[in-house]
């Protein structure tokens, strides 16, 4: 039940661009993304709803697809301040989320 | 401060001790949670109250025991748990359906 995120981490240097995916083999309502730093709590990103959309988020962007019970977290010009471990939730039923084992994205200058 | 706090930020406790963490929002959210987070683990759902009703009980041991006196406040009730019961807890709250959620800061429990 527990989606699969890949990659488990990626190195860039500052304005690189990267990609972190979440699958499930579940059907979905809706796919939640968390950025959480060392030591400090989980920070809630963007959430989307099935239906397809994509969101942004200023230089951070989302996508769903929901035949595919996927979802990508897309990170462009990346900076150092989006160091930290990515987590996708999924949501299969009321309240509850499930999570991904986490994508840590360091960021080098 | 994230709109959810959470007290104790750090707790050291003897397997024969008892404790309790607490839990505070006043973001007006309909559902609170509560949350372990291990090294190298997914986040594991351990308690979902939903307007002050208990909705969910992951397979929790009852060691853990939770209480949600009102929609604002959560607490967690430890006893005589194991050190592998060391982790970060986490209280969350979310309004409902399609919002994501708040997360307090944790209390970093070790067990000894």
């Known amino acids: 039940q527990q989606p699969v995120q890949s990659p488990q981490a990626v190195i860039l240097r500052e304005g690189e661009d990267a990609v972190i995916n979440c699958s499930s083999s579940k059907a979905l309502y809706s796919v939640h993304w968390y950025r959480q730093k060392h030591g400090e709590a989980p920070v809630f990103l963007m959430i989307?709803?099935?239906g397809g959309e994509q969101k942004g988020h200023e230089k951070i962007s989302a996508s769903f697809n929901e035949k595919k019970q996927q979802s990508s977290l897309y990170l462009t010009a990346s900076q150092l301040s989006y160091s930290g471990t990515y987590f996708c939730g999924t949501e299969i039923s009321n309240y509850q989320l499930i999570w991904g084992a986490g994508t840590k994205l360091i960021i080098k200058p | 401060e994230t709109g959810v706090t959470q007290t104790p930020r750090h707790l050291v406790m003897g397997m024969t001790n008892k404790k309790s963490l607490k839990c505070e929002q006043h973001l007006g959210h309909n559902a609170m949670y509560w949350y372990k987070q291990s090294a190298k683990k997914p986040l594991e759902l351990m308690f979902v109250?939903?307007?002050?009703?208990?909705?969910e009980n992951n397979s929790v041991p009852s060691r853990f025991s939770p209480e949600c006196p009102n929609s604002s406040h959560l607490f967690l009730h430890l006893h005589t748990l194991q050190p592998e019961d060391s982790a970060l807890y986490l209280c969350?709250?979310?309004?409902?359906?399609?919002?994501?959620?708040?997360f307090g800061s944790g209390t970093r429990l070790t067990v000894v």
């Open positions: 989307l709803l099935k």
């Open positions: 969350a709250s979310s309004q409902y359906r399609g919002y994501g959620y708040t």
């Open positions: 109250y939903n307007f002050k009703e208990q909705t």
